[in-house]
Nanobody, 127 residues
Framework: QVQLVESGGGLVQAGGSLRLSCAAFGRTFSSYTMAWFRRTPGKEHEFVATIRYDGTTTAYVDSVKGRFIISRDNAKNTLYLQMNSLKPEDTAVYYC????????????????????WGQGTQVTVSS
């Protein structure tokens, strides 16, 4: 099992920044590709960004490219999402997720391959 705990959400004005963190407990964090998803009421999980287990490769949804940066510190067992130039449409509950198998990179952008999820942290961007 991998346990994930997100933090760092909050209320911010449009154009502002937030940094989300995801602390991992349990199995070796450095072995798992990680991702951020977000969800708004009545909608499915939307892919935001993913990072390979060794931190060498990342991928983003088009709507956040150039504004968000996913990173990880394997020594601290922590995943990050730096969110800049926030827009009201970024308002959502943000979830971190770990890929189901260790040392795999598929660049997966759907929720199915990610087997471990945090409880989510609310991000609200006011206009």
């Amino acid at each position: 099992q991998v346990q994930l705990v997100e933090s760092g959400g909050g209320l911010v004005q449009a154009g502002g920044s937030l940094r989300l963190s995801c602390a991992a407990f349990g199995r070796t964090f450095s072995s798992y590709t990680m991702a951020w998803f977000r969800r708004t009421p009545g909608k499915e999980h939307e892919f935001v960004a993913t990072i390979r287990y060794d931190g060498t490769t990342t991928a983003y949804v088009d709507s956040v490219k150039g504004r968000f940066i996913i990173s990880r510190d394997n020594a601290k067992n922590t995943l990050y999402l730096q969110m800049n130039s926030l827009k009201p449409e970024d308002t959502a509950v943000y979830y971190c997720a770990a890929f189901g198998l260790p040392r795999r990179w598929m660049g997966a952008q759907t929720p199915g391959p990610y087997h471990y999820w945090g409880q989510g942290t609310q991000v609200t961007v006011s206009s």
